[in-house]
């Protein structure tokens, strides 16, 4: 028995995972980021330093001097913890990546597990769109070089939906326009505008922008809406990030999202989430925490993402192009008794396991001696027998 | 393009399948299918089942986007957007209690019988009231039953069937409205995402045949 929301991982997905996270740790190296790990305890008050209203429900206990300990619920916190307490006398920027668990109370009806692995990369102590297009192509990079095609980065702002209720003039309901918002219910905020005398024109607009997804399209209708000089520059610099990431040889990854909203509360500027078919929640999000290492007592500026890996190998499976765990393993029926052999093949590149004697026939690859004669049944179901140099042989190693 | 429908056993609600119809969807073909199924007509295939599981298929990026009832979304808060309004199948969930002098018992903390146990339980506490829920699915006949003092439900469901006649109204009393209800359009996150100028010319047509007469 193991806690609701909690799962074991198993061979051969395991050795998948482990693939993928090789790979993505590759593509985290290649941007010049550096690897940290952080404990998963820490105390609540640094947890508590964001307002999440997922931390109420988190899991806490206490060290023997009684203060208050938290399981991590995710890493972009600790990161800024560690960055401020650790590296405040170092040149900018910072670049760190993690691939960790993190813990949640367990919501299944949002498909969440209660321990996610996540790999992520945080840049810290540039504001810039340049340095925002860094981690949106970094998180591209990832996707694609797993061999993922039909993935999306959606694109979006949190400084446009400020300017957006500002500019509408909302007095009272102000805060009801933004619950809707959150809750991302738009026949309610339909109701909430109309109410409130906002304009036809622009209210038809607000609708096309916040129910599709970025065409080229939307954005031209989104330009003309944008009433406001503040609208002007969120819309202008999220054309400037995609340009970017565009540049790069990404193209046609991201869409400008207008409708974006993440729950965090913590992300000041660009929000981003990945999505591919066949998973229908994102497989990465991140975007712009300017305020967060404030908290730790140092004013620097940050952008980040998390991939969920869970979700990120759905996907990959989704298309066909999970990456295979190691090679298939021989099964060697009395290698434990022969050492130097069994040492022969694996000096040959080849995984094998050593069982004894009258081990039960195991699944194929497998390896047995029968009197003078050993029996090779390879996986794809093609034999060799014969001495040992015949099995050698057989093997590609003499 | 894959949909979803919410119906209950029936088959969808005629006025929804017009207006699908009018939007150019080849909704036809579903007419006359009752839930659960898959009906593949003109490139749509076409899910017909319990609003709760079609949500469930929104969220899980299964289909392309989905119709099912305000009361289903205001319980369940599914992470999905809610595009549109479509007008039909318009409805309210209700606080409803037996008539005055119907021999309900009266509790000091009042029994309230609901399939809506979330909404039911957010909406007495924000009012500052105390109940204690009665999970029950045939709550038109919980007070005749003993079982509870009042009913939260979806008013055109206050109604009990019997040998002669179905459809007759269970003699309860709205008390108070709780939330206005009608079928939505939702789009799961990773539909909306991926689905590009399919779903923009999707949901205009929709707009466009809901101001539309039939």
Redesign the interface.
């Known amino acids: 028995m193991i806690p609701e929301g909690m799962r074991d991982v198993l061979p051969p997905e395991s050795g998948e995972l482990r693939a993928i996270e090789t790979a993505l740790c590759g593509r985290f190296a290649a941007y010049g980021y550096g690897e940290v790990r952080t404990p998963w305890l820490e105390y609540a008050e640094t947890l508590e330093a964001v307002e999440d209203d997922t931390l109420e429900a988190g899991y806490r206990l206490r060290d023997q001097q009684g203060r208050e300990l938290m399981a991590r619920t995710d890493m972009t916190v600790p990161v800024a913890r560690l960055a401020a307490a650790r590296f405040h006398d170092r040149p900018l920027p910072l670049r760190f990546f993690y691939v960790a668990p993190s813990i949640r109370p367990w919501a299944p009806?949002?498909?969440q597990d209660g321990e996610f692995v996540q790999a992520g990369a945080e840049l810290l102590g540039l504001r810039s769109a340049a340095a925002d297009a860094e981690c949106v192509m970094l998180l591209c990079d990832c996707i694609a070089s797993l061999g993922l095609r039909?993935y999306?980065v959606?694109l979006g702002t949190v400084a446009f939906y400020t300017a957006l209720v500002d500019s509408l003039g909302l007095r009272d309901d102000r805060e009801k326009f933004l619950e809707a918002l959150a809750?991302?219910?738009?026949?309610l905020l339909?109701t909430i505008a109309g109410n409130a005398g906002v304009d036809d024109d622009a209210l038809k607009v607000l609708w096309r922008t916040l129910?599709?997804?970025g065409?080229r399209?939307?954005l031209s209708q989104v330009r003309k809406m944008a009433s406001s000089a503040a609208m002007d520059d969120a819309v202008r610099h999220l054309v400037e990030v995609r340009d970017l990431v565009e540049d790069a040889g990404f193209e046609d990854a991201v869409?400008l999202?207008f409708?974006l909203y993440q729950d965090l509360t913590y992300y000041s500027g660009v929000i981003f989430?990945a999505?591919?078919?066949?998973?229908?929640?994102?497989i990465a999000s991140g975007g712009r925490y300017d305020g967060l290492l404030e908290r730790f007592e140092w004013a620097i500026p940050g952008v980040g993402f998390a991939i969920a890996l869970d979700r990120l190998h759905e996907a990959l499976e989704e298309a066909g192009v999970a990456p295979s765990a190691a090679p298939a393993c021989i099964a060697f029926a009395g290698g434990l008794d022969e050492p130097a052999r069994t040492m022969e093949l694996r000096r040959g590149g080849w995984a094998v396991a050593a069982l004894p004697d009258d081990a039960p026939a195991p699944p194929r690859p497998r390896l047995q001696r029968s009197g003078g004669t050993y029996i090779l049944e390879l996986a794809d179901g093609s034999e060799v027998s014969g001495s040992w140099r015949d099995i050698l042989r057989g093997l590609g190693i003499a | 393009m894959k949909l979803g429908l919410a119906c209950d056993g029936g088959s969808p609600p005629p006025r929804l399948v017009d207006l699908l119809e009018q939007a150019g969807l080849p909704a036809s073909a579903v007419r006359a299918v009752a839930g659960p199924a898959l009906v593949d007509a003109d490139g749509v295939t076409w899910l017909l089942a319990p609003g709760a599981d079609v949500l469930e298929a929104c969220v899980r990026g299964a289909l392309d986007a989905g119709v099912a009832g305000k009361d289903l979304l205001l319980e369940l808060a599914p992470p999905v957007h809610e595009l549109l309004d479509l007008r039909v199948s318009e409805d309210a969930l209700v606080f409803a209690t037996p008539q005055p002098g119907a021999g309900a018992v009266r509790r000091g903390r009042p029994r309230v019988a609901t399939r809506y146990p979330l909404v039911t339980r957010r909406h007495f506490a924000l009012t500052g009231r105390q109940v204690e829920l009665v999970a029950f699915d045939a709550t038109p006949v919980a007070p005749g039953l003993g079982l509870a003092d009042g009913v939260v439900e979806l008013r055109s469901r206050l109604v009990l069937s019997d040998a002669i006649s179905a459809g007759r109204p269970a003699g309860l009393l709205v008390r108070e409205e709780i939330a206005a209800c009608s079928a939505r359009l939702v789009v799961g996150r990773a539909a909306r995402a991926l689905g590009g100028e399919r779903l923009t010319g999707l949901v205009e047509r929709l707009r466009a045949a809901r101001a539309t007469p039939t």
């Open positions: 009806q949002r498909s039909d999306r959606a809750d991302r219910d738009y026949p339909e129910e599709l997804s065409t399209d939307g869409t999202d409708g989430e999505y591919a078919p066949g998973v229908g929640l994102p």
